[in-house]
């Protein structure tokens, strides 16, 4: 009896083994385009979910505006919004940008970012410089269409030259939404920085005014 014990025992932990290794062969790297979609970011402060990318980029309506789908696929992989590897050292909860190569971060915990592509308009800082975030708004109106156009308030939309969100820097620049998703990493007609609404709607989710912006 003793006997059949132990070899039943022995099956059992045979067949746990197995299970865990074929668990294990089965899953996706979180870091990988087709992995890290499927993850979620823990439930803290500045992390909300990375969601798959027919969703995250999928048509959406924000109050009395419709926006449309990205065509995702035809965007360079790199450009999408995914969890990084944090390499700044920066405090949680900073955002930093990267001209250069058309990257903007929101600093995670666990050594982890959000990266997001990015469009560079004309004026934009070509040097280093620590910012805050001085104030938000949904679905703005540019300064300069504001002083021409009385009216200026109608033609707010998911297509105009801010798009969905601006987040005011304390330097004047804006970080704002655009419907050309074409632009995206490279250059933008709106001046200052310019995200898909999808991903600058995600950033304003997660950052409040007052949060340090870091220029590199």
């Known amino acids: 009896m003793a006997g059949n014990n132990e070899h039943t025992a022995g099956l059992t932990r045979r067949m746990l083994l197995l299970a865990a290794s074929a668990m294990l ?10 992995g890290f979609g499927r993850q979620t970011a823990p439930s803290r402060q500045l992390n909300y979910p990375i969601e798959p990318y027919d969703i995250m980029y999928g048509g959406v309506r924000d109050g009395d505006y419709k926006i449309r789908p990205v065509p995702y696929k035809r965007l360079n992989p790199d450009n999408l919004r995914q969890i990084v590897h944090d390499r700044t050292l920066e405090p949680i909860g900073t955002v930093v940008i990267d001209p250069k190569h058309h990257y903007l971060y929101v600093i995670l915990d666990d050594r982890k970012a959000v990266r997001y592509g990015i469009a560079t308009g004309p004026g934009f800082p070509g040097h280093k410089e620590t910012l805050t975030v001085s104030g938000r708004e949904s679905w703005p109106v540019s300064s300069d269409v504001r002083k021409s156009d009385p009216k200026a308030k109608k033609i707010a939309g998911p297509n105009s030259l801010y798009g969905a969100r601006a987040l005011y820097l304390s330097n004047g620049m804006v970080i704002h939404g655009t419907s050309r998703w074409r632009e995206i990493g490279g250059a933008c007609e709106a001046g200052g920085i310019a995200m898909l609404n999808q991903d600058v709607m995600d950033l304003d989710r997660r950052i409040k005014p007052g949060a340090r912006v870091l220029v590199l």
């Open 25 to 34: 062969a089965g899953c996706v790297d979180r870091m990988s385009p087709e």
